[in-house]
């Protein structure tokens, strides 16, 4: 394998000494005849800056490092994407990891990243995992998206008005006659207490619904087989609310299996609409977020710190319930209106 380029070798070909390279490749202090040169012999040798190296001269790295819960979830490579966009309009690269929705995971690879010197962090929480967090937060600036890390001290928070959502989605629910209720939650099992699946609790008690918070699968593949499993019930629910559109997808196909209609025998809503549950057969109620506020805001908080220019420190992003044809009145309420006539 051939050696990386050194300013070393850039020197020895051009005749300088390393620190005329170096003030060349940042373009200080010598000549313009001289930056040209350097430049010159530096593209024909394939020679590129080491990041890492220069984060250690007391430099930047210009990478950004962007944590997402899982990249099996639609919405989250959506995320992604729009984070690395507008990371791109303000000169700066992303480094992306996937925590596969484990928060120890997360916690393993925001540490690596900052080992990486990346100059901060983008980190879509999967939920608490330990005070490491404050300890990386102290090393590098952390700005959090759609959930927090308690104890650390973040460089700012977008945050999601979850309960607001919820409350719409169950109001929703309620409203058309739906009391046994099915919550698909992907994050239940690894952070009991967030505060999505607090709010489905608090709120369903307040309507009087019958629900029951069920451990699944980030991915439509993934959540296929626990959608088979809970609409093979005698108590079937009426509805399926899924705490993330790529699990709704994997019920509506669940659904189809079972001969199931959506929504005249079972009602199925998302809660992220992601742009395919506009495509999918029935379209997908689902809950809005603005993501391009929310990818703007996250990465502006970062570079209004990095540029030691602080706004301010906290946004949320209000939710808006999206109804389509995925959601109906409950097939029980139908039925005993079958029998008053």
Not at 11 to 35: C, D, F, M, P, W
Not at 124 to 147: E, F, H, K, L
Request: glycine residues 10%.
């Amino acid at each position: 394998m051939a050696k990386r380029p050194t300013m070393r070798q850039i020197a020895e070909e051009t005749g300088l000494s390393v620190t005329a390279v170096s003030y060349a490749l940042r373009g200080e202090h010598v000549s313009a005849a001289t930056i040209e040169r350097v430049q010159a012999k530096a593209d024909e040798l394939g020679y590129a800056a080491d990041p890492v190296a220069r984060a250690l001269r007391g430099g930047r790295t210009g990478t950004i490092g962007v944590l997402v819960g899982s990249l099996a979830d639609f919405w989250q490579q959506t995320l992604a994407h729009a984070l690395q966009r507008e990371l791109r309009a303000h000169g700066l690269h992303a480094i992306l990891a996937d925590a596969d929705g484990n928060p120890e995971e997360e916690l393993t690879l925001a540490m690596r990243l900052v080992q990486q010197r990346v100059d901060g962090l983008l980190v879509a929480p999967v939920g608490p995992s330990g005070g490491d967090w404050s300890r990386i937060a102290g090393q590098t600036p952390v700005v959090t998206i759609a959930g927090r890390l308690p104890g650390a001290d973040v460089a700012g928070e977008v945050v999601f008005d979850q309960t607001a959502g919820v409350g719409e989605v169950l109001r929703h629910l309620h409203a058309l006659g739906h009391q046994r209720i099915a919550v698909l939650s992907w994050a239940v099992a690894a952070s009991p207490d967030r505060p999505t699946e607090r709010a489905v609790r608090e709120q369903a008690a307040a309507l009087g619904l019958d629900v029951d918070i069920v451990p699944c699968a980030y991915s439509l593949d993934g959540s296929r087989p626990l959608a088979l499993e809970v609409l093979e019930r005698d108590d079937r629910p009426t509805a399926l609310f899924c705490l993330s559109d790529s699990i709704a997808y994997g019920v509506l196909h669940g659904c189809r299996e079972l001969g199931l209609a959506v929504p005249g025998d079972v009602s199925v809503v998302g809660f992220d609409d992601h742009p395919l549950s506009r495509l999918v057969d029935p379209p997908l109620t689902s809950v809005s977020w603005s993501l391009e506020r929310t990818a703007r805001s996250a990465v502006a908080f970062l570079v209004g710190h990095l540029a030691g220019e602080p706004d301010e420190h906290r946004v949320t992003i209000a939710p808006s319930l999206v109804v389509r044809s995925s959601t109906g009145p409950s097939p029980l309420t139908a039925s005993a209106s079958d029998r008053s006539d």
